[in-house]
C-alpha cells in the first residue's frame, strides 16, 4: 500500500517542471497551449489529493493545514489562467503582438513559475522558499518584458531591480533567522526547517528575531506590493500579457504574503519578541489607503486594476497585522476571494483590451451595450472586488471590519473610509466603461461564452462564498486562523 | 581574545566594505569594472578564509565560484558590453560624490549601531561579520541608487549580493544548499539582465535607464 500522498507531493513540482522542459522544446504553439492547460489540469489535481491525503514533512518539503490552501488555489487558479491563456494568445499572434518563437518562451516560462510558486509554498525551509521566490520572480521579469515595447522593457527593468532589492533584504532576514535558531536547534539543515522552527521559535533570541522580520517584512513586503514598496507593481501588471497580470496579480501576491506569514507566525510564539501586528497594520492602512487615492488618477484599465490589487493585499496585510481568530479567518478569505475575483477580472479585462484594441479607459466605453457578455461580466467582476454583497469580499472585508471595532474602533475609521474611497472610484469607472457611450469604432465581435467559462467559475465561486461556505471549509479556515496567532 | 584566525576575517570583511566604498566614487565605467572585480576577489579571500576557520570545505565552492564567476567571467563580459554600446565615460551620479561617500559613512555607522548589540550573543567572530555584511548590502543599495546607468546599477547590485553571501559565509554551519543556491540565482539573474541589456541595445542607442524614461508609470 502506497499512501496517494507520497505520489502527489512530488507530482505537483515535477509536472511543471517536466512540462516546462517539453514546452521549451515543442515547436507548435498550438499544440503547446493545450499541453499547458493539460499540464496545470493535471498539477490541480495532484493538489486536490493533497487535501485529502497529508504527506508527513520532509527535510525539503512541508505541506500542513496553512499552505495547502493556498496550494490548491495557486494551482486552480494556474489552470483557468493557462485555459485563458490558450485564447488569449491565439489572439496576440493575429495581431502580431507575439511570435511563435516568443511563444514557446512563453509556454515554458508559465510553466517555470507554477513550479516556482509551488516550491515556495510547499518549501520546509526557509532557504529553499526564498530560492523559489527569486526563481518566480525572475520568471516574471522575462514574462512581463516579453512584448519587447518600449514601455514593457522599462517595465520589467523597473521590477526587476525593485524586486531584487526586496529579495536580497529577505535573504538577509533569512540569514539571521538562521542565526537566532543556531544556538537552540544546532547547525544544519534543522535550523532552516519550518516545522522544527515553529515549534521552537519560543526558545530564539528575541532581538534576533525583531532584526530579521523587519528586513523580511520590507523584502517579501516589496514582493506583496505593500506601499511605499509598490511601485514596481502597476507597470508590470500593465505592461505584461493579460494571463501573467491574472497570475501576478491572483497568484504571486498571495505567496509572498504567505512568506510573511510564516516568519510572523515565529514572531508571535516568542514571548520577548515584539509584536509584529502594529508593523503590518500599519503597511496595510498605508497601502490600503494610498492605492484607494491613486485609483482615481488611473487611466489605463490595467495600470487600474493593478492599483487595486496593491488596495486588496493592504487589507489582507492589515487583517493579518490585527490578529486574532477572527480578523486572521477574515484574512485568509480575502486572500482566497481576491484571488479569484481579481484573476476573473484580468480575464474580461484581456479581452476587453482585445475588441476595443486599447488598454486606454478613455477608449473603452458601453461596454454593456456593444458586448453584453463581456461586458456583464466585467461588471460583476468589479462589483465584486468593490465589496459588494453578496459576493465573498464583502464578507471577508466585513469580518475585518467588525473585528477591528470590536478591538481597535479608532483603527476601523480609517480602514472604512480607505474602502469607501476604493469604492468610489471603481463604481466611477465601472459606469464609464459600462455603460458609457460605445464611441464608433467598428464593433470587433466578443468572445463566446466557452470563452468567458474561467470569469463565470471564478466569480461563481466567489458569489457562494457570499452567503454560504462549506462548514469543513468554515472549521479548516479557523484552525489555521488560530496557528496564526 | 582576538585571535589571529579573527584578525584576518575582520581585515577581509573590512576590506570589502573599503572596496564598496571605491565603487562609490568611480566615474568611469572601466574603473567601476575593475573595482569590482576587486570586491569579488576580496569576498573570495574571505569566505575561503571562514571555509578554513569553520572546518567547511563546502564553502571553499562558494569561494570560488565567486572568484571564477564574479571575479572572471562577468568583468569579461561587462568590458565587451561596455565597449559594444560606447559608453566608456557616462557615468551619470544622481549625487555628487562628497555627499555620496558621507552617506556611505552613515550607513555604516548604521550597520554598526544596529548589528552589534543584537548580535553579540552570537559571538564575537559572526557579529562583526555581520556588521561588514550588512554595510556592504547597504552600500551595494547605495550605489543602485545614485547611479542612472543601466551597467553600473548592475554592479551595484552584485556587490550587495556580496554582502550577502559574506553573511552567508559568516553564519556557522549554514546548509550548503543556501550557498549555492544563492551562486546560481546570482547566475540567473545576470542572465536575466544580459538579455535585458542586449534588448535595451537594440531597441534604443543608451543602456541609461533614465533614457527609458518617456512613459512614466503614474501618467499612464
Known amino acids: 500500500m502506497t499512501n496517494p500522498a507520497s505520489i502527489a507531493e512530488p507530482l505537483v513540482l515535477i509536472v511543471p517542471a517536466a512540462a516546462a522542459a517539453i514546452l521549451a522544446l515543442l515547436p507548435s504553439y498550438r499544440i503547446s497551449s493545450k499541453l499547458n492547460v493539460l499540464a496545470t489540469l493535471i498539477t490541480l489535481s495532484a493538489a486536490l489529493t493533497l487535501v485529502v491525503h497529508r504527506p508527513n514533512p520532509s527535510a525539503y518539503l512541508l505541506v500542513d493545514d496553512l499552505n495547502v490552501f493556498l496550494i490548491v488555489l495557486n494551482t486552480f487558479v494556474g489552470f483557468t489562467a493557462s485555459a485563458f491563456s490558450a485564447g488569449y494568445i491565439e489572439h496576440e499572434l493575429e495581431n502580431g503582438k507575439l511570435t511563435p518563437t516568443y511563444l514557446r518562451f512563453y509556454h515554458a516560462m508559465y510553466q517555470v513559475l507554477m513550479f516556482g510558486m509551488n516550491l515556495a509554498l510547499m518549501a520546509n525551509n526557509i532557504g529553499l522558499m526564498w530560492v523559489a521566490i527569486e526563481l518566480a520572480t525572475l520568471t516574471t521579469v522575462l514574462m512581463v518584458g516579453i512584448y519587447r515595447t518600449h514601455e514593457a522593457i522599462e517595465a520589467a527593468w523597473k521590477y526587476f531591480i525593485l524586486g531584487s532589492v526586496g529579495i536580497a533584504l529577505a535573504l538577509f532576514g533569512t540569514i539571521i533567522v538562521y542565526l537566532a535558531a543556531l544556538p537552540v536547534v544546532g547547525e544544519g539543515l534543522d535550523a532552516m526547517a519550518w516545522n522544527v522552527l515553529t515549534t521552537r521559535s519560543a526558545e530564539f533570541d528575541p532581538a534576533l528575531l525583531n532584526l530579521a522580520f523587519v528586513f523580511l517584512l520590507l523584502g517579501y513586503g516589496t514582493k506583496v506590493g505593500l506601499a511605499p514598496l509598490h511601485a514596481w507593481l502597476p507597470d508590470a501588471h500593465a505592461e505584461g500579457p493579460t494571463p501573467i497580470s491574472a497570475v501576478l496579480s491572483g497568484l504571486l501576491l498571495n505567496v509572498a504574503l504567505y512568506a510573511v506569514l510564516r516568519f510572523k507566525i515565529l514572531l508571535a510564539a516568542n514571548a520577548g519578541a515584539l509584536a509584529p501586528g502594529p508593523l503590518m497594520v500599519v503597511m496595510g492602512l498605508a497601502s490600503l489607503s494610498f492605492a484607494a487615492f491613486m485609483l482615481y488618477r488611473r487611466r489605463d484599465i490595467k495600470r487600474f486594476f493593478a492599483y487595486s490589487s496593491i488596495e486588496h493585499m493592504g487589507i489582507a496585510t492589515f487583517a493579518f497585522g490585527m490578529g486574532g481568530p477572527l480578523a486572521n479567518f477574515a484574512g485568509l478569505l480575502h486572500m482566497a476571494m481576491h484571488s479569484l475575483t481579481k484573476s476573473a477580472i484580468f480575464y474580461s479585462v484581456g479581452h476587453v483590451a482585445q475588441v476595443k484594441g486599447t488598454q486606454r479607459i478613455k477608449d473603452i466605453g458601453g461596454l454593456t451595450a456593444s458586448h453584453p457578455l463581456l461586458g456583464w461580466s466585467l461588471v460583476a467582476g468589479v462589483l465584486a472586488i468593490a465589496g459588494l454583497p453578496p459576493f465573498g469580499i464583502f464578507m471577508s472585508e466585513f469580518l475585518v471590519l467588525s473585528s477591528t471595532f470590536a478591538r481597535q474602533p479608532l483603527l476601523a475609521v480609517p480602514f472604512a473610509f480607505g474602502l469607501l474611497i476604493a469604492f468610489g472610484a471603481l463604481i466611477w469607472r465601472l459606469h464609464k466603461m459600462a455603460f458609457g457611450d460605445p464611441g464608433e469604432a467598428k464593433h470587433v465581435p466578443g468572445p463566446s461564452g466557452l470563452k468567458l467559462l474561467a470569469v463565470f467559475g471564478h466569480l461563481t465561486l466567489v458569489f457562494v462564498a457570499g452567503f454560504y461556505l462549506p462548514p469543513a471549509l468554515t472549521a479548516w479556515f479557523r484552525h489555521v486562523a488560530l496557528l496564526l496567532g | ?220
Open chain 2, 1 to 220: 581574545m582576538h585571535s589571529f584566525q579573527f584578525d584576518v576575517a575582520h581585515l577581509l570583511a573590512s576590506g570589502l566594505v573599503l572596496a564598496s566604498f571605491m565603487l562609490l566614487y568611480q566615474d568611469r565605467m572601466f574603473g567601476v569594472i575593475n573595482v569590482f572585480v576587486l570586491h569579488a576577489v576580496l569576498l573570495a579571500m574571505a569566505v575561503a578564509w571562514q571555509a578554513y576557520v569553520q572546518d567547511a570545505p563546502h564553502l571553499y565552492i562558494t569561494a570560488a565560484i565567486a572568484l571564477v564567476f564574479k571575479g572572471t567571467v562577468i568583468p569579461v563580459a561587462l568590458y565587451r558590453i561596455v565597449r559594444r554600446l560606447d559608453i566608456h565615460r557616462n557615468i551619470e551620479k544622481v549625487v555628487g560624490v562628497g555627499s555620496t561617500m558621507l552617506i556611505g559613512i552613515g550607513l555604516v555607522s548604521l550597520s554598526i549601531a544596529v548589528m552589534l548589540p543584537v548580535t553579540h550573543r552570537a559571538g564575537a567572530f559572526t557579529s562583526e561579520d555581520l556588521v561588514f555584511a550588512l554595510a556592504v548590502v547597504l552600500l551595494g543599495l547605495l550605489m543602485m541608487t545614485t547611479r542612472r546607468n543601466a551597467v553600473s546599477q548592475v554592479i551595484g547590485f552584485m556587490s550587495l549580493e556580496n554582502g550577502l553571501i559574506l553573511a552567508a559565509a559568516g553564519a556557522k554551519g549554514m546548509p550548503l544548499v543556501v550557498e549555492i543556491s544563492v551562486a546560481f540565482s546570482v547566475l540567473i539573474a545576470f542572465i536575466v539582465i544580459g538579455v535585458f541589456l542586449f534588448r535595451i541595445r537594440e531597441r534604443f542607442d543608451s543602456v541609461d535607464v533614465q533614457a527609458l524614461d518617456r512613459f512614466r508609470g503614474d501618467r499612464g
